[in-house]
């Protein structure tokens, strides 16, 4: 199979990105609680156990695959582009203790997927389709994930950010713009090493001691603490990817969209989770999800990102 060179770009970006996840155990962590969670899915308690589950655009940061195991699925085919990420899933599985047979690996496109028709029981797309380059290879892909699933099965997808906070807007959306356009400010992002940026750091706060009785090392010491590799892979996976489709659609433009393709039952998936952050992320994360009950939280983030399960339209509907 042939793949576009922003397919080949976007994984070999995920590729590195994912090798943090097993070298920074809170940022996997953070995941895999979230991801281990069967209302994260959209699903009923227990109703994994014993399906046949099919991850697209699965990547190597093994905290899904793992989540899927626990949550007791038979099978899990795990679908990225090409190759290169599958030796690097597989030893990331072996480290982690999660039983190898269950998995399958197949380096394909999400637009065009190699299984029959109504072969999974729970098909999902994990961060995914905003990162196709165009809005007809995400309907397509939607296509493709309503074709493959079982009619009595249910289908994820996480769609990104959506149109409505200001941050993912304007904020983020400038913030790539300063990536593609400004080499030094690249090169800054791609090179971001989190001891380089304490270092950084504590020299600049520096100039505050002995100016500012708020300046102490002690402070100092606990500001550079909030600086991991959490948040360099968080600018990383922000800026690096080439295509960022979430902000370009709302969660109504969504619905539509599903149901066009063949989709029905389709659900909001409420974010509730507390991710545990380590970094300064961590004073964030009380603002995302205050967004039901602060005006300041709504305008900066949105409604929420968009999360939805939906089942298949069949041909008795
Ligand atoms: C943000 S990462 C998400 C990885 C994983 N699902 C996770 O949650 O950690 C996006 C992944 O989508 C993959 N991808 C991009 N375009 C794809 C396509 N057309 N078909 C399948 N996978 C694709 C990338 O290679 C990358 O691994």
Redesign the pocket.
Known sequence: ME??K??NE??????D??LN?LKDESLFRR?YEW?SKPESHGLPDGWLEGKDVL??????????EKALCDLGANSITC????ND?QGLLSTALESLNVDRSKFTFVG????ELPFDDNSFDYV?????LM???TME?INQ?VREMNRVVKPSGYCYA?FGSGSHGILDKYIHKSLRTAYVSEPDFKSFIDNLSVDDLRKELVHILAKGLGNDPLFTEETISFLASMLTLDTTTYFQ?LLQ?PVQQGANYDTEYVDKMITQCGGTNIKDIPQTHYYQRRDFRRFLTPFHLSRVDSDYCRLMFGNGHIHKSWQKKSTNN
């Open positions: 793949f576009s922003i397919e976007t994984k070999k970006i995920y590729i990105q994912h996840y995941f991801a991850d697209l655009g699965c990547g190597n940061s093994a905290y899904m679908l990225d582009i090409g990420w394909a496109s999400c637009v999902g797309a994990f961060g995914v990162h196709l380059e290879m892909s996480y996976n990817v």
